[in-house]
Every structure is written in C-alpha cells, then in structure tokens.
C-alpha cells in the first residue's frame, strides 16, 4: 500500500534551542486533511542526543513468522551514543519511548560510540555500527543487541577485530559478505569540518569487505577518488554480488562487485565534478554526495549533491555504466544572489535560481531521501549533520529544514518537484529544528535488506 506516514528523527543540537531531539510522525497522505503535516512529535529524555538514523527490531525476512512484527525502532545517537527503542506498534500514529540504553553501557560492554546505522538480522538480532570508542577515536566497530529484550549483548565483531573507521553497513548473506565504510573519528568531524584534516589523512577512503559467518575482515579496498565512503548499498537482489557506495568529499559513485575467484574488487562508475567558485570556504566546491539509495526494483540510483544542490537519478540497468536520467536542483550553495559566485562549471551554463515552495525559500541543499515503494515518490529533507548545517548552511539553523517530495518517472526516468508539498520544520513549536532520515512503518528502500 501507498505510505501515509513517514516517521524523522528532528534535532535541536547545536540549533540554540535548549530542548530534546525528537522523533516527529508525519501524514503524508493527500486525501487526509492533516497531509504535510507533524501530526505528532516524541521527545527524548535528555538534550543534545543528535539523533541520525533508524531501523528495525526485526526484519522482512520475517515476514511470514507470525510471532515477529516490526513494532519497534532503533533510534542510535551519534553524539551521546545512546539508543533509544521507539514502540511504533502499539500506536502508529503516536510512537512512544520503550527502552533507553544509556551510552555506559554500551562503553563498558562494547567499548564503543558514536552510533550510526542500525539493521536488523535474520538471527533476531540487531546490529548497530559504531564511529569511535568511548573516547571519540575513530572505531568502526558493531553493537549487537538481543532484537526482544533489547539486552546489549556485546560487539558483533571479534575481540580487536574492528575496522579503523566507521559509518555505514549492508550485508548480502548468500555471498557471505558485508561492507562497511568510513566517515572519520568522533573527534574529528564533531564539532565541523576542517579541509586540514583532509589533508592529515584523518578522513575515510576505504571500504572494508567482512566475512559474515566469521565476523572479520578479509579486504580493505582503497579507492580512486574514493574520499569519505558514507552510505552503502548492495542490490537489493539477495542473489546479487554488486552495488554502491557514494564518496562525499570526492563526490563519485563507486561500485564494488565479487570477481570470478571470490575476491571483491571497486571501480568508480560516477564523477560529479567539482566547481571552481569564489566566496566559498574552498577554491573547489565539491557536489558532496551525502545519501544514496537504490528503487526496490534495482533499476535506478539515487543521490543528492548537498552543496552543489541537485538531486539525481540514474538509469543502473547496466550498473557499470549508469546512465543520468533526472536531475533537479533543490536549493544549495550555488544559488543565484548567494555569496558564492562560479568561476568555471563543467556542467551548468548558470547558477541555478533558490527554490521557492508554497512561498518558503529553501535553506540548505537535499540530503536524505525515501523512495516510495512503486519508486513513483521521492522524499527528501535537507539536513546533514547539526555542526555541518551550521557551517555550511547557517540558515538551515535559522530557518530550520524542510521535506519536499518529487515526483518520479519510473518508466523513462525523469524527476519532477511536486510543488504542493512541504513540511515546514522552520515552524515547529519549540522553534526550528534540523529533519534527517525517513522511514515507514513497514520497511522502506534503504531498511530492507533480503537473505
């Protein structure tokens, strides 16, 4: 069935306002009176949690085991490393704190922080993945947590087995594998980015491949214009043995694939390139790809460029050769009348004009996006990270972000703005607030992995 609820964590770190993160639930069907609207909003228990991502305390795998039902979401924080289990089942409409999993236990058991991705496993499990260790150092390791009682029952990896790094995960079980990738230390990227840092090296380029039965790591693959691997997504084919990953600061798309002798190699299938512009931090301004994702169908990609501001699709039919098939600019740094001027564009003939939806302008670029399960509905919202928005778009902090949906042409390709769409996070009560990652009740594009 059509989505008619869209739950978002909202963050006030970093914003101003003293007051707690929270999971908003918003109606995102048309023929209700309440559509594009915050019908409810669930606040943490303690401030400046920076909540990010969700997932799921059971997975679609178990769809025909009666005695599972996904009533539940994980919601991991990335600063306090904290993990909030969010009771969705009993009221959709109005979720409700189940358990809270205070970060020192999470320390003490696992020796780890900072949490960013949360899957569910086909053993019941849950498994979270981890930037640092309790002290901000980069880690990238994963909790693992009993998917009833929510018990943290220690690390997913072997004891000193965890990658260097941490960010994003997916696993393929048929091909016995899982990738992960690298953003940086907590210490590192906390409190805003530092283009020195880059230089020092102190910046992901690496995807790790693990074993999945053994819980280790058996290839580190170093990319070609690989900076700052985030979001990972395999095929959602269980039998394939391919998919991609998007690099942020080098703003390519690469895809890693199982060669004939089993080893796993990667190859750069995407180049955004960058701008040459003045008034900017930098002489370069990078697209900065920050989210991908993948149809269900695996025919098209994904991705947003947040400072460049466009929102793209590929055509993957051929993933070794992906083919551009829609493209929309959403705001950015590149707008018309802003302070960056562009010197030298491979791409644009001109700045593109600032968006303007339902008489709000749009502040920031796109960044998360949940794509409709027919793949005929795009969110997105335009947010990154509290310390990033306030660098990079200090009127996200202002005006607070939006979510905007676009509408998709699944059998040519081709994106379209719905122009009668927005949900506002500027006019929320306690004040503006920054709108990250988008789930449905049921699963969604970038959850689900199938085994």
Request: aromatic share 10%.
């Amino acid at each position: 069935p059509r989505e008619e609820i869209i739950y978002l964590p909202c963050i006030y770190r970093n914003t101003g306002t003293e007051a707690p993160d929270y999971l908003a639930t918003v109606d995102v069907n048309p023929k209700s009176p309440q559509y594009c609207q915050v019908i409810h909003r669930l606040p943490m228990p303690y401030l400046k949690d920076e909540l990010h991502h969700s997932g799921w305390n059971t997975c679609s795998s178990c769809f025909g085991d009666s005695t599972k039902s996904r009533t539940k979401l994980m919601l991991p924080c990335l600063i306090s490393s904290r993990i909030y289990v969010v009771d969705v089942g009993s009221e959709p409409r109005a979720p409700k704190l189940h358990k809270v999993i205070e970060p020192q236990e999470i320390h003490t058991k696992c020796n780890l922080g900072n949490l960013h991705t949360s899957h569910c496993l086909a053993s019941g499990e849950v498994m979270i993945s981890s930037l640092g260790d309790p002290q901000g150092n980069g880690k990238g390791g994963f909790v693992l947590l009993d998917g009833e009682t929510f018990e943290v029952k220690g690390t997913w990896e072997r004891p000193g087995g965890a990658a260097p790094l941490g960010y994003d995960f997916w696993y393929q079980p048929r091909h016995n594998v899982m990738i992960s990738t690298e953003w940086a230390a907590p210490n590192v990227l906390k409190d805003g980015f530092n283009p020195a840092h880059v230089q020092a090296g102190l910046y992901g380029s690496s995807i790790h491949v693990w074993d999945w039965q053994r819980h280790e790591i058996i290839q580190t693959l170093q990319m070609k214009d690989g900076l700052i691997p985030l979001e990972v997504r395999f095929l959602h084919d269980p039998a394939a043995a391919q998919g991609f990953v998007g690099c942020a600061l080098s703003s390519s798309i690469q895809r890693f694939y199982k060669n004939e002798g089993g080893t796993w190699s990667v190859e750069k299938v995407i180049q955004v390139p960058p701008k040459k512009v003045k008034g900017w931090m930098l002489p370069e301004m990078p697209g900065l790809i920050t989210d991908i994702l993948l149809s269900l169908d695996d025919r098209f990609l994904y991705f947003s460029n947040w400072l460049h501001g466009d929102l793209r699709q590929y055509d993957i039919s051929n993933p070794q050769q992906p083919r551009l098939t829609g493209q929309v600019f959403l705001g950015g740094s590149l707008v018309k009348g802003g302070p960056v001027q562009v010197l030298e564009d491979q791409e644009l003939k001109c700045q593109p004009e600032p968006l303007v939806v339902k008489g709000k302008r749009v502040p920031g670029g796109p960044q998360m996006i949940q794509l409709s399960l027919d793949g005929k509905r795009l969110y997105v919202t335009t947010s990154l990270y509290s310390a990033w928005d306030k660098q990079f778009y200090p009127d996200l902090i202002r005006e607070g972000s939006v979510m905007l949906q676009l509408d998709v042409d699944t059998e040519k390709g081709g994106l379209k703005l719905n122009p009668n769409f927005l949900v506002d996070f500027g006019k929320e009560p306690l004040g503006p607030a920054l709108a990250h990652e988008l789930r449905y009740p049921g699963g969604d594009c970038t959850s689900d992995i199938w085994i």
